[in-house]
């Protein structure tokens, strides 16, 4: 059972003033999203975390690079899942590194990485700035915030993008954009625009619905030419995308600007290959066939510190259910662009689909209003499940999430406890842990993560205890 301190304030007491500000969205869907409480790590947890996190990035930073330089067309589109048009630009080899965020189980074990949000995480404010909010308030002064800096590796990632595109001819104004009038993601997006600005950027705020581009030509708003922009907006949806006034098929037009080298994205188009969940099972194809490599390319592609990181921290994946179904191991059975969630189901002993609010994101097609808090229709949700339920999935082995209860306005919550670690250029940068059911969806709790530097593992239960 984790460990969670309580701090001796009320939601109310707590969000009304510079809390509140740094996360607006401290309830969201008409309930309860941050908990007045802290979730307690110990130091030798937090030390294996970081090395373990940064191992794990470096593996799939790998992979990545030789999936673009190896892999045919063929894998990345069946393998992987990458749309037809987002395979040319995802094959573009930027700079390594970039704003993602692993999820990691805790657990008799070991620590497991069960995924990796590459593309668009979210949770930044609440790690950044949040955390160290709370930790703060808290009576214990052995107690310190694992992700106080976050801030400056978010500065020295758009130092790398943004001199990586320079050299590109890419420069000026960096703009950032989201779905305006969606308060998470908008207050994601400008806190990121706000570190930009103080890496010595000039940086501008874009809706997205204001966003306007011209095929061959360029992206622009109101008037303004776009050249570098950081997008709060999922590429598996924007490759769909298409203007219905005009009938521009805006996805198809934006990529071309980026293959032609006039627009310049972060995270960069790359990324989409990471965040795919086929491509946890082309980590593990690849471990399981580590020494036939050199047959195909010339060379072992891991090497024995890579191999002894994948066998500790990543957990058996494949493309079919059958390893599982075999030697009947329970496991989890994943949609290869399934969100918060949706799209997962558990296997095995016990047999569990997700369910919960709506996705942050959703495709245009299906889109519920962006400046609700309120779930959408019964068919909006029946849309939205078929979206992600009727995807190829990938099957990986399921272990067992660590208790925790905390308490919230509707009482004490018995759930379970997902640890998210960002990566931000290579390095650990924060943690964002929530409690939610057994997969972790969007009513999952925010409980902010703190480490208590006096506690070691036997010591837990007593400190407990004393508390």
Aim: proline residues 6%; hydrophobic residues 35%; contains cysteine.
């Amino acid at each position: 059972m984790r460990h969670i301190y309580e701090l001796p304030f009320s939601h109310e007491e707590v969000f009304r003033d510079e809390a509140g500000q740094q996360v607006p969205y401290h309830r969201m869907y008409g309930k309860q999203y941050c908990v007045p409480a802290l979730t307690v790590y110990t130091p030798a947890e937090m030390q294996e975390l970081r090395a373990a996190v940064e191992a794990v990035d470096g593996i799939y930073c790998k992979v990545m690079r030789f999936i673009q330089q190896y892999m045919p067309d063929s894998f990345l589109e069946h393998q992987l899942g990458i749309y037809p048009g987002l395979i040319p630009a995802a094959r573009m080899e930027m700079v390594t590194g970039g704003i993602t965020r692993q999820d990691w189980i805790i657990g008799e074990t070991g620590p497991k990485c069960i995924e990796n949000n590459t593309d668009t995480p979210t949770g930044i404010p609440e790690a950044a700035a949040l955390e160290g909010i709370l930790v703060g308030m808290a009576e214990k002064t052995s107690l310190y915030p694992p992700s106080k800096g976050m801030d400056e590796c978010i500065r020295e990632c758009f130092h790398s993008w943004l001199g990586a595109y320079a050299k590109q001819g890419l420069q000026g104004v960096v703009t950032f954009t989201s779905f305006g009038d969606h308060v998470e993601d908008r207050t994601n997006t400008e806190y990121l625009m706000k570190l930009c600005q103080e890496a010595g950027y000039e940086t501008f705020y874009a809706p997205l619905e204001e966003l306007e581009i011209i095929p061959g030509d360029s992206l622009y708003h109101q008037g303004r030419e776009i050249n570098l922009l950081y997008r709060l907006y999922p590429l598996e949806y924007l490759i769909d995308d298409r203007d219905e006034t005009t009938g521009v098929d805006i996805g198809a037009a934006l990529l071309e600007l980026v293959q032609e080298g006039r627009l310049g994205l972060m995270n960069p188009v790359q990324h989409v290959l990471m965040q795919s969940k086929g491509f946890m099972a082309a980590i593990w194809s690849l471990y399981e066939r580590n020494e036939q490599t050199p047959e195909y390319c010339g060379f072992r592609l891991f090497n024995d510190a890579e191999l002894e990181t994948i066998s500790r921290y990543l957990l058996p994946t494949y493309f079919e259910a059958g390893p599982f179904e075999l030697d009947s191991i329970p496991y989890v059975a994943k949609s290869y662009w399934g969100r918060e969630g949706r799209g997962t189901s558990l296997l095995g002993d016990e047999t569990e689909q997700t369910t919960g609010k709506p996705n942050t994101y959703t495709p245009v097609s299906v889109q519920t209003p962006s400046n609700s808090n309120e779930t959408g229709t019964v068919d909006e949700e029946e849309e939205l499940a078929a979206y992600y339920n009727n995807q190829p999935k990938i099957y990986q082995q399921l272990v067992p999430m660590e208790q925790a209860v905390i308490q919230t306005e509707d009482g004490e919550y018995r759930g379970y406890l997902l640890t998210g670690v960002f990566v931000i250029n290579g390095r650990f940068a924060g943690v964002l842990p929530r409690i939610g059911e057994k997969v972790t969806g969007d009513m999952a709790y925010y409980c902010a993560a703190t480490v208590n530097e006096r506690m070691d593992d036997e010591e837990e239960k007593e400190w407990t205890i004393w508390d």
